[in-house]
């Protein structure tokens, strides 16, 4: 019943981390660390969707919830959590050293300033500081791609929205990763008012008709429930939206909104994709 | 007398447009703002949400609350049943079921039309509500017992599946729970005619269904068809439900206090019963959704409208509780004398052994974490077992403390159907820790007990005064409980749904899970369990004579009213704890006693010993089926246990009238 039988890849492999938010997770892949177990597994594919993470990877549950038996049979050097789930920092103890990383409540610095900030400390706290440093260079010069590649086709401004029902969505200003990502590849923001601490604001739909830039095209996040599209269809206000016309609105692949580097770099990869088809 | 008479048709007429005339004051200004001088944009917001949201959302609150108090009206008639109405029977729950179900397994019905979806499921859940019904000659408090109990089941079970598929369903989540919002006029356009043509057709039956108050046998010899008339007009309601349900989910309470409202204010024939009825209706919803509009701002869009209908219907259902004239005298308790099957020792033999082994098999067996089954042996690990023992000993504890809470509930009451969750005081205890959270932020054992307690020891004094005020009797406790339960729950669930961290913790006590169960809690929780079932134990004597009414009692020089409010607060107490382990949703309450009642333990010690044991081991596999069938996620035992133990409760309810 030893873990080493059960995994042996895992057990020979550098630190045992076991990750409750998806944003870190993906960080440790990209410092070259597969996690032992990550919570909510099952939906990776779903909201992360790159990086790809191997099979062997446990489920640990619902992230406020992680079984407490798989995480004590994980046996992790590390576990890594976000503010958010503080209600389970004392539980979280008992089971190997807790590190609490703040990568998208915002207090101050722009977002994607402190998912950096948190990659470097976590690479330097799992002794992976070479691979930090080279992972956060590889961004930049992902940043530098995209920016010349969109340079050519003179983007239009864009907002960004997930939509929550046929009436509401979150659109992302700043402070947002996204928005801070836009800034970063030569993309004009078009949702000027500010985001909550989360990195977004909630509207109805009908408030997206304030975006004045007749240019402005407005994108929206996968996954969209198919009712709901249909729903949006239906409905005078979408229809009627100046925005939502063909030609101005588009929908991307999932990008995780509370991510950290690698979802930046995914995010500024569609985005690019798709303005450049557009030109 | 005349001059009352000439007086009452007026009454009904007064508050239907009472309430519309303030819900059109409160809804005015948002109405009004959408067609001030047009802008000159091509797109003006203001006037688009005023055409295309706002009105559309009144019409469809007039149309909905209207077809609910309909069917209501409908159902307390042809049952001849003032708590009878689509939330009581569970039939609204039913709708809301198969919509989920289809929603999540089978998406391709829902393009059949989704109220042929929402039809089968009231009629399945009518259809077994009023077979069980029959079968204790449609006694008006069976009919609503197998109802609640219904519809708390579809509830655990849609909550169940939202909770696993919670980020698809988020707006399956809201509109499950009555969101009226609309973006168009296709729902109040299809409601219209739907809800048109069903009301026309019950118009048709109301004469008929007038003679039926002569009697079965009077109405016969005046060429009535009684059965066939009695199902046409169920079928109609139950399709009104159906309508209602698909389009804008479950809004509870207004099929059953439009209805009073109306026979209150003094529409006593049918006909005019159920015109006023609609009309009635039609004003409640209407006026609580513009005053949730209005009060919640921003949030509005988001509260579910049906969840605050509760907030408006219990006050008034309090109100009029004392008022009302029920028509029917209920048999309270249908089985005083159940045959005894099995002797002390010969249940303590069955029990036992079955406690031993579901105890053994929660601790010892569980999931790996490549997911398989495996049973933890000798050199097992320490750590595991560390993990699992608390969660054990709180689940059994609360269990057996909830389950003793139903034995003295039912003894003090005199009705079967008493426990600590269906009376409310589980409601009010997790109320009582929704305040200490949000006001205090309260943590460790001591101060959540405290506060819980004081939860459930205003809702058992509530029940208490309306008892005292209606004598007692136990129709009218009955319903004040479930309206206090589904305001509190309401009110627990406005705080979640304004999105506060909190919520979470909350839910957690909702659902009734163990997972925060560590060993402190699981101590205290022991403790609790033996203190008060022991003292509940010591109080045999009372127990027993309690229930042989006044004479008994005092000729052995007892003081009566001194140890029923003992026993009271003792159960409000055991309700208070084990809620703090398994929250207020599980039947081990009302399951515990009537099984140890089922095995022949009809005196107090035994049944009492009987029931703790029984409800402990329940909430133990319970517990044990939520950690490890959908491993390494979890079903929070508190849902699990409503949902293994509603059924069988049917179950027991339909065995014993065969009897």
């Given amino acids: ?279 | 007398m005349s001059a009352t008479a000439a007086r009452r048709p007026i009454a009904p007429l007064v508050i239907a447009l009472g309430g519309d005339v303030l819900a059109a004051l409160l809804a005015g200004p948002r109405v009004a703002s959408g067609f001030g001088p047009g802008s000159d944009a091509s797109y003006d917001a203001a006037r688009l949400v005023a055409v295309y949201a706002t009105l559309p959302r009144l019409a469809t609150a007039l149309l909905a609350g209207a077809a609910l108090a309909l069917a209501g009206a409908i159902f307390q008639q042809v049952l001849r049943n003032p708590l009878a109405s689509p939330t009581t029977l569970g039939i609204s729950a039913g709708a809301n079921l198969t919509l989920v179900l289809a929603t999540l397994f089978l998406p391709s019905a829902l393009a059949f039309g989704r109220e042929f979806v929402a039809l089968a499921g009231s009629a399945a859940v009518a259809l077994l509500v009023l077979g069980l019904g029959m079968r204790r000659g449609f006694s008006p408090l069976a009919l609503v017992l197998s109802g609640l109990v219904i519809s708390l089941w579809c509830g655990a079970l849609a909550a169940v599946l939202v909770f696993f598929n919670e980020r698809t369903l988020v707006s399956l989540f809201i509109w499950g729970a009555g969101s009226l919002a609309v973006q168009d006029w296709s729902i109040p356009l299809k409601l219209l005619w739907q809800v048109g043509a069903l009301a026309v057709l019950s118009l048709l039956f109301a004469r008929p269904l007038g003679l039926l108050d002569l009697g079965d046998t009077s109405a016969s010899a005046l060429g009535v068809k009684v059965a066939a008339l009695r199902l046409g007009s169920i079928a109609i309601a139950v399709a009104l439900t159906a309508v209602v349900t698909s389009a804008v989910g479950v809004i509870g309470f207004i099929g059953l206090v439009a209805p009073a409202i109306a026979r209150l204010a003094g529409a006593r024939r049918v006909l005019p019963l159920l015109v006023w009825s609609s009309l009635i209706g039609a004003a409640l919803l209407f006026l609580a959704d513009a005053s949730l509009q209005t009060l919640a701002g921003s949030f509005g869009d988001y509260l579910p409208t049906g969840a605050v209908t509760a907030l408006f219907g219990t006050p008034v259902l309090l109100f009029l509780l004392p008022r009302l004239k029920l028509g029917h005298r209920v048999i309270a308790a249908s089985n005083r004398n159940p045959r005894r099957r099995f002797t002390a020792q010969q249940a303590a033999a069955i029990v036992l052994p079955l406690l031993v082994l579901v105890a053994l098999m929660a601790i010892l067996f569980g999931r790996s974490i490549a997911g398989d089954w495996e049973w933890l042996w000798a050199g097992m690990q320490a750590d595991l077992l560390a993990l699992r023992m608390p969660r054990v000993v709180a689940a059994f504890a609360s269990g057996a403390m909830l389950a003793v809470a139903g034995v003295l509930l039912q003894r003090l009451t005199g009705n079967e159907m008493a426990s600590p969750e269906v009376l409310g005081i589980s409601a009010g205890a997790t109320f009582g820790l929704a305040v200490g959270l949000f006001v205090t932020g309260i943590a460790g054992f001591g101060g959540q007990a405290g506060f819980a307690g004081i939860g459930a020891f205003s809702v058992l004094g509530i029940i208490l005064l309306f008892a005292a005020r209606a004598n007692f009797a136990p129709e009218r406790v009955l319903l004040a409980g479930i309206a206090l339960s589904a305001m509190v729950d309401a009110l627990v669930g406005l705080l979640a749904v304004l999105g506060d961290p909190r919520a979470l913790l909350l839910l957690r006590w909702m659902t009734g899970s163990t997972y925060s169960a560590d060993g402190n809690l699981a101590v205290a929780l022991s403790i609790s369990a033996i203190v008060l079932i022991g003292l509940a134990l010591l109080a045999r004597r009372w127990l027993d004579l309690i229930p042989l009414g006044p004479a008994p009692a005092t000729a052995v020089g007892m003081s009566l009213s001194r140890s029923r409010l003992a026993l009271y607060g003792l159960a409000g107490l055991l309700s208070a704890v084990a809620t703090i382990g398994v929250g207020p949703l599980s039947f081990i309450g009302l399951m515990g006693p009537h099984l140890a009642r089922e095995l022949g333990l009809t005196r107090a010690l035994p049944q009492t010993a009987g029931a703790a044991v029984i409800g402990g081991t329940l909430l133990l596999l319970a517990d044990w089926l939520g950690r490890t069938l959908v491993f390494p996620y979890q079903i929070p035992a508190g849902l699990m246990s409503a949902l293994i133990g509603a059924p069988f409760l049917i179950l027991l309810l339909s065995r014993r009238t065969q009897a």
């Avoid at chain 1, 909201?47 to 549950?61: I, S, Y």
């Fill in chain 1, 1 to 279: 019943m030893a873990l080493g039988q059960v995994f042996p890849s895992l057990a020979a492999n550098g630190p045992r981390v076991v990750s409750l938010d998806n944003g870190l997770a993906s960080t440790l892949l990209g410092l070259g660390v597969t996690p032992v177990g990550i919570a909510d597994r099952s939906s990776w594919e779903k909201w992360v969707a790159e990086p790809l993470l191997p099979p062997e990877v446990v489920d640990l549950g619902v992230p406020a919830e992680p079984n407490l038996e798989v995480l004590a049979a994980l046996r992790p050097d590390f576990i890594l959590t976000t503010p958010y789930l503080d209600a389970q920092l004392p539980r979280l103890r008992e089971f190997g050293t807790v590190l609490r990383y703040n990568s998208f409540i915002h207090e101050g610095a722009p977002i994607l300033d402190m998912a950096i900030d948190v990659t470097r400390q976590l690479a330097s706290a799992i002794g992976r500081v070479d691979e930090g440093g080279r992972f956060i260079a590889g961004m930049d010069s992902h940043f530098e791609l995209c920016r010349t590649r969109l340079a050519a086709v003179s983007p239009p401004a864009v907002a960004l929205a997930y939509f929550m029902d046929a009436r509401h969505a979150r659109v992302y200003g700043d402070p947002s990763l996204f928005n801070d990502v836009l800034g970063r590849i030569g993309v004009a923001n078009a949702w000027t008012e500010p985001s909550n601490q989360w990195g977004f604001q909630g509207i109805s739909i009908d408030e997206l008709s304030r975006i004045a830039d007749p240019a402005a095209r407005l994108i929206a996040f996968e996954p969209i429930p198919p009712d709901l599209m249909e729903a949006l269809k239906r409905s005078p206000l979408w229809q009627k939206l100046p925005i939502a016309q063909s030609g101005r609105f588009s929908t991307l692949p999932p990008a995780l909104s509370f991510g950290m580097v690698n979802e930046a770099i995914r995010f500024a990869s569609l985005l690019t994709d798709l303005l450049e088809q557009g030109a």
